[in-house]
């Protein structure tokens, strides 16, 4: 039985939602009629037809916006834009993110600067664009994105540790700002999902290993996941339903672990 989480009519913006894990939480907030901005990478043709067939699926409405997370100036048309278009903002979900992986002597500066735009600045540009119009409302949601990196460090990931630890600071920042206006902030921390991206990883760590695919998920991929197993796109998105909704409202400045026990050793 589908549980109702009192949303239907509310406003987000989910960014990087034209696939992965932003797709999935776009999903699920429009299957509980929250009319969805989406925003993220992709051929037009795929992403329209990513939008047509949301909207469809739940009756919401599904707009896209291709602001740049690089770009301060479109992220901040991207919610103006929003608040145009429907009246409102409720919810925003700070999701977009890229990774690189090198030593910190070696890690291009070009790519380090690039990950922290992306992964952290967007997200205060967002929020900040976000918040009067939050404010005015006395309600919003600001849900970020971040990641068991964002709690714990792994090597060759200097780049997206830092943005995603700073992801959560800044988290914490807004929460405590915002806490008597009807707003509340938090973070989620996923371990790891398996996306196009882990899936490809896991085909080429089988070949370059000499593996199966099945030993590297256990071995290597998930070798920090106590469960073993892969989160889940329903389980991530069964957290944000509960932060974005009343039952969550005394939910704040936290950072959610959603993991296989990753961070609890």
């Not at 797709?23 to 429009?30: D, F, P």
């Not at 043709?45 to 997370?69: C, F, P, Q, S």
């Not at 500066?109 to 990950?115: E, G, H, N, R, V």
Request: aromatic residues 4%; glycine residues 10%.
């Amino acid at each position: 039985m589908a549980v109702d989480f009192g949303l239907r009519g509310q406003v987000a913006i989910v960014t990087g939602s034209t696939s992965g894990i932003g797709h999935a939480l776009a999903n699920a907030l429009a299957a509980q009629g929250v009319n969805i901005v989406l925003n993220g990478l992709g051929e037009m043709t795929a992403i329209e037809k990513t939008r047509g067939d949301m909207a469809k699926a739940h009756g919401v409405e599904v707009l896209y916006h291709g602001a740049d997370m690089t770009k301060p100036g479109e992220i901040a048309d991207m919610v103006t834009s929003a608040k145009a278009e429907f009246g409102r903002l409720d919810i925003l979900v700070n999701n977009a993110g890229v990774q690189h992986v090198a030593p910190v002597d070696e890690f291009p500066t070009d790519k380090w600067d690039q990950i922290i735009a992306i992964n952290l600045t967007s997200a205060f540009h967002a929020a900040k664009a976000a918040i009067p119009i939050m404010k005015a409302q006395g309600h919003g949601r600001i849900v970020n994105i971040a990641s068991a990196h964002g709690l714990v460090a792994s090597p060759f990931k200097s780049a997206y540790v830092a943005s995603k630890h700073g992801v959560i600071g800044l988290t914490k920042t807004i929460a405590l700002e915002v806490a008597q206006a009807g707003i509340t902030a938090n973070a989620i921390c996923p371990g790891y999902v398996k996306t196009p991206l882990v899936e490809a990883q896991i085909a080429d760590q089988a070949k370059a290993r000499g593996l199966t695919e099945d030993e590297v998920m256990k071995t290597v991929i998930l070798a920090a996941q106590p469960t073993k197993q892969f989160v889940t796109f329903e389980q991530l998105a069964g957290l944000l339903l509960y932060l974005v909704s009343e039952a969550g409202a005394s939910v704040n400045g936290a950072s959610l672990s959603v993991d296989g026990g990753w961070t609890a050793e």
